[in-house]
Each structure stands twice: as structure tokens, then as C-alpha cells.
């Protein structure tokens, strides 16, 4: 039985999000997940969401790549400069203007910069699983999300809400809530510090 298109704007958002806009030609994660589903016309789903859905569909794939960025980062073991590599991958993403490569170049710079605090961080939080036992791809999203979550750049409830729904499309089945309960105490911790 083939699954039909998404029914909800929020579910054909966060695929429109995932699989269609800002991709980078190297990843197949949208190919693989495009796979599971009937194909649906970005374009015309585009058209047919009011301005404010448009926007949801950019910053969810804003994140995305941000995401799939630091992964390859570390994959291809960038030292600490890494904003040549990142300002050259973006240059391939057709679809991507100067403001939305500004912030997604942004989001990357900055958790890949942060990841050695985010690492110390998670590893205080998780004893039992440091960085280095984590998978690539969680700890692309745990990394992401902490620099969200501690610099102030998204509120909590919505970063952590994405890595989850990150961690959903690209990792394994326990991975949304191992990530979920760490970027908790993380913005619980913030949140502390914040208001002291």
C-alpha cells in the first residue's frame, strides 16, 4: 500500500522542509525519505500555503542543512576553520539566498565553534554516553541544538522540538528521546543561569 501525501500543513511543512527545499547534492537523506512517500509538487504545495507556512518550510530546512553541515564536518575532519567549507557547500544549494545562507552558515559556524562546550556539556548530563560513543548524527543534532538553546538564538521549546523531529527523520528509533531528555536539562540548566 503506498502512503498518500501529507494531509496537515504541519506535516507536509516539515516534509516540504526535509525533502525539497535547500539540498545539498551530495546527501540522499531527502532522496531516502522521498522514497518512503508518494512524490508531491513543491511548487504548487509552495503556492498553496499562506506566507507564514512558506516561512516554516525555510527555517525547518534552514535547520536541516545546518544539520547535515555539521555532520559533514566532522565526517570529513574539518579543523576549527570552517567557515570556507561551509560558505563553499552553501554555494551549491541553488535555491538558497544570500539571507537564508547567512543564518544557516550561522547556526553551523557557531555550534561547530561551540561543539567542544556542547560535548563537555551532554557528557556531564550522560555519563555513560560521551561524545564519542554517540552516533554522527546525533551528535550533528545535540550540537546544534545546544548552541541554539545556550546562545539564545531560538527558544528552547522550538529547537528542542526540531532536533527531536530531526532526530525522528535522520537517526535511529531511540534517538528522539535520548536527545529530547538531554536538550531538557540543557535548557533547564540555561534557563538557571539565565534567570540568576
Known amino acids: 500500500m503506498t502512503e498518500q501525501a501529507p494531509t496537515t500543513a504541519p506535516d507536509l511543512v516539515r516534509r516540504l522542509g526535509f525533502e525539497c527545499v535547500y539540498r545539498l547534492p551530495q546527501f540522499d537523506f531527502a532522496g531516502a525519505l522521498s522514497a518512503q512517500h508518494t512524490p508531491v509538487d513543491a511548487d504548487a504545495a509552495m503556492r498553496g500555503m499562506t506566507p507564514e507556512q512558506r516561512d516554516r518550510v525555510h527555517n525547518v530546512a534552514a535547520r536541516r542543512l545546518a544539520f547535515q553541515l555539521l555532520y559533514q564536518l566532522e565526517a570529513s575532519g574539518c579543523g576549527n576553520d570552517a567557515s570556507s567549507v561551509v560558505a563553499a ?26 561543539r567542544s562546550q556542547a560535548d563537555a556539556a551532554f557528557t556531564a548530563l550522560a555519563p555513560q554516553w560521551p561524545s564519542h560513543r554517540q ?60 534567570g540568576a
Open 89 to 114: 557547500e552553501l554555494a551549491r544549494v541553488t535555491d538558497l539566498g544570500p539571507l537564508a545562507a547567512e543564518k544557516v552558515s550561522a547556526l553551523v559556524t557557531g555550534a561547530w565553534i561551540g
Open 135 to 194: 552516533a554522527g548524527v546525533d551528535r550533528a543534532i545535540l550540537r546544534l541544538a545546544h548552541h541554539e538553546v545556550t546562545k539564545g538564538v531560538t527558544p528552547a521549546r522550538i529547537a528542542i522540538n526540531e532536533a527531536v523531529e530531526l532526530a525522528r527523520a535522520f537517526s535511529t528509533e531511540k534517538s528522539p528521546a535520548f536527545i529530547n531528555a538531554l536538550l531538557d536539562k540543557v535548557a533547564a540548566k540555561a534557563a538557571g543561569a539565565g
